[in-house]
């Protein structure tokens, strides 16, 4: 089995090829290393291979790694990508840099209550989750609320909303990846040229898209940020 060292340099790769076949900077697509399931250990190798920006889902689970993790935190880059629980929202709002996955005002405003009782942490960056495909069991906003959470989310004193996350429903066939892709971009511009001018939204430069499976399909269609755990970390059980 190849290092991570080497499977890092591969995801790059992929990422300055498909950020060429469109015509885009790859220094605009920043790479997420998804670490759920990744011990503390090979998260330290990634970064020791220059890989500074991680994102996990469970709450407890990441608690553990960022405090075995505590030597590096100056240089890292915490972003939390799973489901958000009330009773969880005070641990993110302490430990994490960004949040993906808000899909409830609720969620926002007490992550910003709780981010400004750490008044040496800058404000949270966050994305709204779109539920694009209508899966209920999955989290997100569907399209036609996105505008409104989003416009309620940027208000709150310590929240900056950066952009849009979606997950896709999975699908090997490029041209399905490449519509939900396409999908959620014409969701960020729309509300990007609407909010033009509006300073709660001064920020608003994220379309967090594209996992290992579809990330040339994401990038075609406009990812500034892909999260990509498989291809660096292997196979989760
Ligand atoms: C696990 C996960 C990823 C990474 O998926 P891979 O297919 O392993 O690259 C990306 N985003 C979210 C929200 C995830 O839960």
Same mark, same amino acid.
């Given at each position: 089995?190849?290092?991570i060292?080497?499977r890092l340099?591969l995801v790059r790769?992929r990422i300055?090829?498909?950020?060429?076949?469109?015509?885009?900077?790859?220094?605009?697509?920043h790479l997420l290393a998804v670490c759920k399931t990744v011990p503390a250990?090979l998260i330290?190798e990634a970064?020791?291979?220059?890989q500074?920006a991680f994102g996990e889902n469970y709450?407890?689970e990441a608690?553990?790694k960022? #405090? &075995?993790?505590?030597?590096?935190? /100056?240089? !890292?880059?915490w972003h939390f990508i799973g +489901? $958000? %629980?009330?009773?969880?929202?005070?641990?993110?709002?302490?430990?994490?840099?960004?949040?993906h996955s808000?899909?409830?005002?609720? #969620? &926002?405003?007490?992550?910003?209550? /709780?981010? !400004?009782?750490?008044?040496?942490?800058? +404000? $949270? %960056?966050?994305?709204?989750?779109?539920?694009?495909?209508?899966?209920?069991?999955?989290?997100?906003?569907?399209?036609?609320?996105?505008?409104?959470?989003?416009?309620?989310?940027?208000? !709150?004193?310590?929240?900056?909303?950066?952009? $849009?996350m979606?997950i896709p429903?999975p699908?090997?066939?490029?041209?399905?990846?490449?519509?939900?892709?396409?999908?959620?971009?014409?969701?960020?511009?729309?509300?990007?040229?609407?909010? !033009?001018?509006?300073?709660?939204?001064?920020?608003?430069?994220?379309?967090s898209m594209g996992m290992s499976d579809d990330l040339?399909?994401a990038?075609?269609?406009?990812?500034?940020l892909v999260r990509i755990g498989t291809a660096i970390f292997g196979q989760r059980n």
């Amino acid at each position: 089995m190849s290092s991570i060292a080497q499977r890092l340099e591969l995801v790059r790769e992929r990422i300055r090829k498909a950020a060429d076949a469109a015509g885009r900077l790859p220094t605009n697509i920043h790479l997420l290393a998804v670490c759920k399931t990744v011990p503390a250990a090979l998260i330290r190798e990634a970064y020791v291979a220059g890989q500074h920006a991680f994102g996990e889902n469970y709450v407890q689970e990441a608690s553990e790694k960022i #405090i &075995a993790l505590a030597d590096l935190r /100056q240089n !890292l880059e915490w972003h939390f990508i799973g +489901p $958000l %629980q009330s009773n969880k929202t005070k641990e993110v709002a302490t430990l994490f840099d960004w949040v993906h996955s808000i899909d409830r005002l609720k #969620i &926002a405003q007490r992550l910003s209550v /709780q981010r !400004l009782n750490e008044p040496q942490l800058r +404000p $949270l %960056q966050v994305c709204v989750q779109v539920n694009l495909s209508g899966e209920i069991t999955k989290g997100g906003v569907a399209p036609n609320e996105v505008a409104e959470l989003c416009d309620l989310v940027a208000q !709150l004193p310590a929240i900056c909303l950066r952009g $849009l996350m979606t997950i896709p429903a999975p699908s090997a066939n490029p041209a399905i990846q490449a519509l939900a892709c396409a999908q959620l971009r014409q969701c960020f511009t729309e509300l990007a040229t609407t909010r !033009l001018g509006n300073l709660a939204y001064a920020h608003f430069d994220t379309l967090s898209m594209g996992m290992s499976d579809d990330l040339e399909a994401a990038i075609a269609e406009g990812s500034t940020l892909v999260r990509i755990g498989t291809a660096i970390f292997g196979q989760r059980n």
